[in-house]
């Protein structure tokens, strides 16, 4: 099985070079890279931040003016007759959204491009935010029917934004199912590797990987993403909006006991994030878009603002206007980036681990993904027994970031098939074969092997479905701002097609008429 393994990840050797082409583009050009100040920035920076603060200006900073009535919508209680509550579908995109990025990607960052990386993931957040309005909204326009539950998302307003062709709608979902596909072996390896971690910790023994307890684990994972997927969306939902809170607030408190017990090195991390962001160290080149390209590049991969990736759960909502889940999907990217990813750039930055002899070392997909977040954990709580509890929490949080990804990127997936074919029969068949490829990371971690190539599919699709997805959303740009004027007057007229100037919004006509 091993050779078998180490066949397949040197098949995908090919995966890094260009995904780190397509991120670096055109900078790994020396006429582009000698231009002062944009020959630091690569086209997916420029994209990314520049359709962000595009959106920003010409949204009147919607992310803060309307920042508040989001959180009100997302807290109102209401009953649903059809598809989920704003507030189920929010925590289905934080299941996605918070995941192993929020620690290993920070992690990686940091130790590529220093705490100024950190800085730059906050700026990329807060232009994010815009940019996730822009795709939640889109969702929500476009979204359709599919007996008592929604489908939307990507898939969808693609398809109706570039000619209602059936091919391009076929297309997007197997872009966004094969991204997925890619993405699920890391997750399971995340979860069960883990779990061990865990286990070990509380055992006070070192478990094998090809052991009876990693098999067993291995098997009651996928047995319950299997109960749990094969149940539809809304069963997927009651289980997202008990984990993610639970799972946050483990987190935040972990860390900020860290923090406090660390206190004395709070001003050394803002004093490193902001001098690092503009003065980055020579050990790391002296390139500012070095620093720049790695915060954008892990908040990305972090809070996926721009992929379209979690327009889905968007669209599953019943939401009273389109835009009401856009401010949603703009606070989503908030808890994930502004605050998630902040408290592990605290962990990281304070340990001073990323500033060792051997900082170029020290991260390395080739090993346990979060062995590296957990030596800055160590030199945190030196010699206490804080150590092994705040470590084992750690794991716990990354275990359970690791499965509610998995169980959105299946979800999603399901969601992108219904633009292929809604009979019940392929449905299943895309769920099977997420629980198929989750199985094969487990056995990965089982074979002792890290297939850190395939991890790689993860910055590839980032920066593939970015290309792909950020054109349509300004495409359709415009029924975005025209839904905007309208929900900011707040005149209690319905939303129709009409308010955007369409004639094929159905279920937003079908409901107006109702009312």
């Not at 931040?49 to 209680?77: D, N, P, W, Y």
């Not at 319950?224 to 149940?231: D, E, N, R």
């Not at 349509?472 to 929900?487: C, D, L, P």
Request: net charge positive; aromatic share 14%; proline share 3%.
């Amino acid at each position: 099985m091993q050779k078998i393994f180490e066949a397949i990840n040197d098949i995908f050797s090919f995966i890094e070079p260009v995904s780190d082409f397509l991120w670096e583009f055109p900078t790994n050009f020396e006429w582009y890279a000698k231009i002062p100040v944009l020959g630091s920035f690569s086209l997916a920076i420029i994209l990314l931040l520049g359709s962000g603060i595009f959106f920003t200006f010409k949204l009147g900073f919607i992310q803060v003016t309307h920042f508040k009535r989001g959180v009100k919508a997302m807290t109102e209680k209401r009953s649903v007759k059809m598809g989920i509550s704003p507030l189920a579908a929010f925590m289905l995109s934080s299941a996605m959204r918070v995941g192993p990025g929020n620690i290993i990607g920070v992690t990686g960052a940091i130790a590529t491009g220093g705490p100024g990386a950190v800085f730059w993931m906050w700026v990329s957040a807060f232009f994010g935010m815009a940019m996730a309005y822009m795709e939640g909204v889109l969702a929500q326009i476009f979204k359709e029917k599919k007996n008592d539950e929604f489908v939307g998302g990507l898939p969808f307003y693609g398809r109706k934004l570039l000619g209602n062709k059936i091919w391009v709608g076929v297309a997007l979902s197997v872009l966004y199912i094969l991204y997925a596909l890619c993405c699920l072996p890391a997750q399971g390896f995340n979860v069960v590797s883990s779990l061990g971690g865990m286990a070990e910790i509380a055992t006070g023994t070192t478990i094998a990987t090809d052991s009876f307890f990693y098999y067993i684990t291995g098997v009651l994972v996928v047995a319950l993403t299997g109960v749990i997927v094969f149940g539809g969306i809304k069963k997927v939902t009651k289980w997202t909006d008990k984990i993610v809170p639970v799972m946050a607030v483990i987190y935040i408190v972990t860390v900020l006991t860290l923090v406090f017990l660390n206190i004395g090195a709070v001003p050394y991390f803002f004093v490193s994030v902001f001098k690092g962001a503009f003065t980055p160290e020579a050990m790391f080149g002296g390139l500012f878009g070095t620093v720049l390209a790695q915060g954008v590049k892990r908040g990305l991969m972090s809070n996926e603002a721009g992929q379209g990736t979690i327009t889905m759960s968007a669209a599953a909502a019943d939401a009273k206007h389109p835009c009401e889940q856009g401010l949603l999907a703009s606070i989503g990217v908030f808890l994930d980036t502004i605050i998630i990813c902040t408290l592990s750039g605290f962990v990281v930055v304070m340990a001073h681990c990323w500033n060792s002899a051997s900082a170029s070392e020290w991260f390395s997909y080739k090993k346990l993904p979060l062995s590296q977040f957990n030596l800055s954990v160590a030199e945190l709580t030196p010699g206490t027994a804080m150590n092994a509890l705040v470590t084992f929490l750690t794991m716990l949080c990354f275990a359970l970031f690791a499965y509610t990804t998995l169980l959105g990127m299946i979800s999603f997936s399901e969601i992108a098939a219904n633009r292929i074919r809604k009979d019940k029969s392929f449905i299943n068949t895309v769920r099977g074969i997420g629980l198929f490829v989750t199985a094969f990371g487990i056995l990965c971690n089982i074979a002792g092997l890290g297939l850190n190539n395939l991890w790689n599919f993860s910055d590839l699709g980032n920066v593939l479905i970015a290309y792909v997805n950020i054109p349509i959303v300004f495409i359709g740009a415009k029924y975005v701002f025209r839904a905007t004027e309208h929900y900011k007057k707040n005149d209690n007229t319905p939303f129709t097609s009409k308010v955007i100037g369409r004639d094929d919004c159905a279920f937003w006509d079908e409901k107006a008429k109702k009312e």
